[in-house]
T-cell receptor, first 110, second 114 residues
Framework: GQSLEQPSEVTAVEGAIVQINCTYQ??????LSWYQQHDGGAPTFLSY??LDGLEETGRFSSFLSRSDSYGYLLLQELQMKDSASYFC???????????WGAGTKLIIKP | SAVISQKPSRDICQRGTSLTIQCQVD?????MFWYRQQPGQSLTLIAT?????????ESGFVIDKFPISRPNLTFSTLTVSNMSPEDSSIYLC???????????FGQGTRLTVV
């Protein structure tokens, strides 16, 4: 079957750095995306990796290793507003459909 | 980018009735999708809304229960038919624009069936 695994919950301190890992097993691979979702809100796009390596966007970075079927989202200089759920998602075909991980709830303590 | 207006934002419905959820995108998009999400859980794809033709449903979802329309490139509706309390959930529409890799989402419809 097709699956994505990520930790259910991560706790970190304000100002710190946190890494959320995602491993995937899919029939095809067109890229790994990360989305943020605050309670009561809609998912919003954070980043996308189609090739191996690190993509940086401000405080957020995302990494992909296709040979390991693994990626991570790195959040630096954590702020209280970063408290949310983070989902990894894989495009496994050319139809733009996404396969979603279960989500990681990020709890930030002052 | 694309902005999706989804309505209603929430509703409380009697069992046995139907609710139609609408999504309007402010620009033409290539693909539109409908998801269901239980609070605290992941997104489950219901179907892909195909412009001018029947939607493509995922396993476990059928057209009689979740009829979908997409008459043009910017609008789609999802109907939840003959509702039961098990249909209580958040329903989200999503769109992808051209070759853009980013998926945009409506704000969701929180449905409670009593």
């Amino acid at each position: 079957g097709q699956s994505l695994e990520q930790p259910s919950e991560v706790t970190a301190v304000e100002g710190a750095i946190v890494q959320i890992n995602c491993t995937y097993q899919t029939s095809g691979f067109y890229g790994l995306s990360w989305y943020q979702q605050h309670d009561g809100g809609a998912p919003t796009f954070l980043s996308y990796n189609a090739l191996d390596g690190l993509e940086e966007t401000g405080r957020f970075s995302s990494f992909l290793s296709r040979s390991d079927s693994y990626g991570y989202l790195l959040l630096q200089e954590l702020q209280m507003k970063d408290s949310a759920s983070y989902f990894c998602a894989v495009r496994d075909n050319s139809n733009y459909q996404l396969i979603w991980g279960a989500g990681t709830k990020l709890i930030i303590k002052p | 980018s694309a902005v999706i207006s989804q309505k209603p934002s929430r509703d409380i419905c009697q069992r046995g009735t139907s609710l139609t959820i609408q999504c309007q995108v402010d620009s033409q998009v290539t693909m539109m999708f409908w998801y269901r999400q239980q609070p605290g859980q992941s997104l489950t794809l219901i179907a892909t809304a195909n412009q001018g033709s029947e939607a493509t449903y995922e396993s476990g979802f059928v057209i009689d229960k979740f009829p979908i329309s997409r008459p043009n490139l910017t609008f789609s509706t999802l109907t939840v038919s003959n509702m039961s309390p098990e249909d209580s959930s958040i329903y989200l529409c999503s769109a992808v624009q051209g070759m853009n890799t980013e998926a945009f989402f409506g704000q969701g419809t929180r449905l409670t069936v009593v």
